[in-house]
């Protein structure tokens, strides 16, 4: 069935890295992606999307890439600081099967050490 | 920024009981309200999709009979676990959406709730 994953499930780094939290999709149908942080006991906060007819985004600290060809998206954190620290998730919707009826990753903790 | 309140933040109930969340969209009409399930180190999955004035469409797997959603207003929709049982112990949240059919209508969600049943 389709599905959107994760490579790595824990990514630790240090304060003032760059971090990379990467995320694969498998419905070719897909045409809008999210970046999600969920903090533990809180629900997902909004970070960062695009759509498929992008391939990069900017936002503050953060960058999304999206690589269609083999259906890969990442989320690129500058400068990662301690408040950083959360599971990262990435979600897709696909138009076809229902506009904002997002399907979740499996989520990547990062942990930043100060 | 769009707020999406939930309540009670946690609850503990006895196995056989019913318990009732509530989701809440403080500055906004939330024509759809989507709740979804999230158990411990685990992603989130969509249970039901709630609109307004309507039935509620549950996931294939999602028993409708157990969880109750009602969507009486633009601003509450409300799920209950029925006969609740120790594996419904989750973290319940819910999102809200203006226009669901519009990617320039965001998804806001709540702070979720911790649901633990004895």
């Known amino acids: 069935g389709e599905s959107v994953g994760l490579h790595l499930p824990t990514l630790s780094v240090q304060e003032g890295d760059n971090s990379i939290i990467n995320c694969a999709y498998s419905?070719?149908?897909?045409?809008?992606f999210i970046w999600y942080k969920q903090e533990s006991g809180k629900g997902p906060q909004f970070i960062i999307d695009i759509r498929s007819n992008m391939d990069k985004r900017q936002g503050q600290r953060v960058t999304v890439l999206l690589n269609k060809t083999v259906k890969h998206l990442s989320l690129q954190i500058a400068a990662t600081q301690p408040g950083d620290s959360a599971v990262y998730f990435c979600a897709e919707r696909n138009m076809n099967t229902g506009f904002q009826k997002l399907v979740f990753g499996t989520g990547t903790r990062l942990l930043v050490s100060p | 920024g769009a707020v999406v309140s939930q309540h009670p933040s946690w609850v503990i109930c006895k196995s056989g009981t019913s318990v009732k969340i509530e989701c809440r969209s403080l500055d906004f009409q939330a024509t759809t309200m989507f709740w979804y399930r999230q158990f411990p180190k685990q992603s989130l999955m969509l249970m039901a999709t709630?609109?307004?004035?309507?039935?509620?469409?549950?996931e294939q797997g999602v028993e409708k009979d157990k969880f109750l959603i009602n969507h009486a207003s633009l601003t509450l929709s409300t799920l209950t676990v029925t006969s609740a049982h120790p594996e419904d112990s989750s973290f319940y949240i819910c999102?809200?959406?203006?226009?669901?059919?519009?990617?320039?209508?965001?998804?806001?969600f709540g702070n979720g709730t911790r649901l633990t049943v004895t």
């Open positions: 709630s609109n307004e004035g309507s039935k509620a469409t549950y």
């Open positions: 999102s809200a959406v203006l226009d669901r059919n519009s990617y320039n209508s965001p998804l806001h």
């Open positions: 419905n070719s149908a897909s045409d809008y």
